[in-house]
């Protein structure tokens, strides 16, 4: 008897097969193509760039009439003097691009000044981390190096000593933090020492007293002033010796961060340079350069 002949056919789970591995060979794979979209692959975005990719000429930032106010003493000396005075010794940098800096100093019989600005352009070199954010991480540690005192709000009052008010008058406030502005501390070392200790506990000290001054012109975190900034203050020396106090302002902008140092020494032992004036001309020096970023 002939034997029938047998069908060629490719069975349906051949067929499978064959799709399964097509697909396979035009998607990623382990040789590191692309993988699909559409299969739901991971993808890492590229941290977005610093603001700022140039720098300002810095000795030429400062403008002329704020010199003349932070350095007294070069309007002393002869006008061929002044004008190079006034022009700044530039920093040593070996990429104008990524820091510069620039000093002035000015002397006389009675006190000596000096001036600095540092301005460092941060760049990341991790794909994953933007520039402002390495930038970001440059200025905490520079804030934590000084040091400042922690922010403290007043204690809540005492309800045995709180007077009740009248049945007609308007009900109390809530309790207002110390300082006029946030990142104010209290407590200072020139402390309110010529309040009377007569003074009754109900008297009050008026705006702009010695207590609130005081406050004001602690080590502090400014606000607005670029994105974050702050202020130290620190005075050297001893009463027998010549003191010298610094203030330095500290601010972000961006992927750029901005030191200015500014110096006073007194020409005579037991003289304290007035840390209320050196901090004002120091701020608002970092006001003008701030303002300079954008324009």
């Known amino acids: ?47 977005a760039p610093g603001k700022y990719r140039t720098l300002r000429e810095p000795c030429g930032s400062v ?8 350095l007294p003493g070069i309007a002393t000396l002869p006008k061929d003097q002044q004008e190079k005075a006034y022009q700044g010794t530039p920093a040593v940098t070996y990429d104008t691009d990524r820091r510069v800096g620039c000093s002035w100093k000015s002397d006389s019989p009675d006190e000596s000044y000096q001036l600095s600005v540092d301005v460092e352009r941060v760049v990341s070199y991790d794909p994953t981390v933007s520039d ?53 501390v209290s407590g200072s070392a020139s402390g309110s020492a010529s309040a ?32 974050v900034a702050f202020l130290n203050d620190v005075l050297g020396g001893s009463g027998s010796t010549v003191q010298s106090r610094k203030v330095s302002v500290v601010f972000r902008t961006s992927n750029v961060i901005v030191t200015i140092g500014y110096t006073e020494q007194p020409g005579r032992v037991g003289e304290v340079p007035d840390r209320k004036e050196l901090q004002e001309k120091a701020r608002g020096l970092a006001k003008t350069l701030a303002g300079q970023f954008n324009e």
């Open 1 to 47: 008897m002939q034997r029938k002949a047998r069908k060629a056919y490719v069975p349906g789970a051949a067929v499978l097969l064959v799709a399964l591995a097509a697909g396979c060979s035009s998607g990623g794979g382990t040789d590191g193509t692309a993988t699909d979209a559409k299969a739901g692959g991971p993808t890492v975005s590229a941290a």
């Open 196 to 227: 009377s200790v007569t003074d009754s506990p109900s008297s009050s000290t008026p705006p702009g007293g010695p207590e609130e001054e005081s406050d004001d012109l602690e080590p502090r975190r400014l606000d607005g002033l670029g994105d």
């Open 63 to 70: 403008p002329r009439s704020t010199l003349k106010t932070l």
């Open 132 to 184: 402002a954010d390495q930038a970001q991480e440059i200025y905490a540690k520079k804030q934590d190096t000084a040091h400042l005192p922690s922010p403290s709000t007043s204690p809540a009052p005492d309800a045995s000593n709180t007077t009740t008010p009248p049945a007609s008058g308007a009900a109390g406030g809530s309790t207002a933090l110390t300082g006029a502005a946030p990142g104010a």
